[in-house]
């Protein structure tokens, strides 16, 4: 394959979308980032609204792009947060931290722009609005957008087309008998922001996720009560140990018109408030392939390595999708194999080898019992993913610090509300890892 510079349309100017753009800016290509909103840094820029359909089912609600809470603090060491050529270190005029607060990693994202000369290439207020190839066989896509609502949408072609828009604007919600007559207050953790709202409530909490424990310690101490439902089969009904107002159930059963939420083992609370923190669905509205690409049971596909759809490829690609599994150092690598792929250094398979082993990952996960929903949360399965990208770039293998950090992290985190162990004064790096 002969080197190329491309035409590039990147979308989205979060994390993603500034990693990706960093790197086709260094294998030559032409790039123009869309970014809606009038700044860079995507959901890491903290918004106080919240949207008028708190639960988020309304298509016509006005969309508040971020679910940032004010306290939400990364749950990961920053030394796991940085990029490969570009730490995110402290600075005695910021959040020192090792476990920082949003605002601090917005800040690295706006130096890192800085420092790498990206802000230029960003289009601010420009919302995509269709992504489709010109024809039925051009390899050139049209990016259709517009500046404000209302006003008339412009058009622009462009060689490819890398998707960076997050999928934080769709909430996920739990279903369950009874829930459109519940009589009480219902939302997704979207649109949570602080624990104000809740004071004095009886609060139901679904969810057992990082989001998900941030919110039940912060409501518990303005609360009246707070019950958390959780989906794993071997919970039953249990007080917390040192927590006078908290209380552990399995999944909802159903709601009554009086008020009642009722849990599979019989237990029930009369409540205030339902919080749905349940997680997102991946949506692309501007995205038209005729059904090449699609959204099925949240899994996006068909998608080799999570990238490159195969019959599209290299000209469509997604980068970001995997979650739990601390995408930074996952989207650094993924934005340098796309890339390279773009330029021409780096060859995919035949479009018949890419789908077979699209095909051969759905047919796994299905005899292993998980869910298609599952195809993107890479979990423990993070660290052979990572290393199959850096050997594909050749690059030196990665540390093991980072494998060590990480499920040390991880195992420090509560099973309950307890003290948060991002606060721990014995937090000291190196005496975790071995160099």
Sequence with gaps: ??????????????????????????????????????RLGGTWVY????????LGLDPSRKIVHSSMYSSLRVNLPRRLMGFLDYPFLKKQDGDTREFPGHREVLRYLEDFARDFWLVELIRFEHEVVRVERVNGVSHEWIVEWRTREGESEEEEVFEAVIVCNGHHTEPRIAEFPGMDTWPG?????????????????????????????????????????VHQALRASDVHFKKLENRNNIWQHPVIERTDEDGKVIFQD???????????????????????????????????????????????????????????????????????????????????????????????????????????????????????????????LGLPPLEDWREQLYFYALKKIPSDAGDDYRDWDTWDINQWIQE
């Design 47 to 54: 918004d106080p609204r919240v949207e008028t359909d708190p």
């Design 1 to 38: 394959m002969k080197e190329q510079s491309l035409k590039v349309a990147v979308i989205g100017a979060g994390m993603a979308g500034l990693l990706a753009a960093r790197e086709l800016k260094r294998e030559g290509h032409r790039v123009i980032v869309f970014e809606k909103t009038s």
């Design 185 to 225: 207050v219902q939302i997704h953790s979207h649109n949570y922001r602080t624990p104000e709202p809740f004071k004095n409530k009886i609060v139901v909490l679904i969810g057992n996720g990082p989001s998900a424990h941030d919110i039940l310690r912060e409501i518990s101490s303005v609360a009246k009560e």
């Design 266 to 392: 019989g237990s029930f609370v009369c409540a205030d408030i339902i919080i749905h923190c349940t997680g997102y669905k991946y949506h692309f509205p501007f995205l038209r392939t005729n059904g090449i690409v699609n959204v099925d049971d949240n899994c996006v596909g068909p998608l080799y390595k999570h990238v490159f759809p195969p019959y599209l490829a290299p000209w469509l690609s997604f980068v970001g999708l995997p979650y739990r599994a601390v995408p930074t150092l996952i989207i650094e690598l993924q934005s340098r194999w796309l890339a390279k792929v773009l330029s021409g250094k780096l060859a995919l398979p035949c479009e018949e080898e890419m789908a077979s082993s699209v095909e051969e990952l759905y047919q796994h996960m299905n005899e292993s019992g998980r869910p298609k929903h599952h195809t993107h949360q890479l979990q423990q399965n993070k660290f052979d993913y990572e290393n199959w990208l850096v050997n594909q």
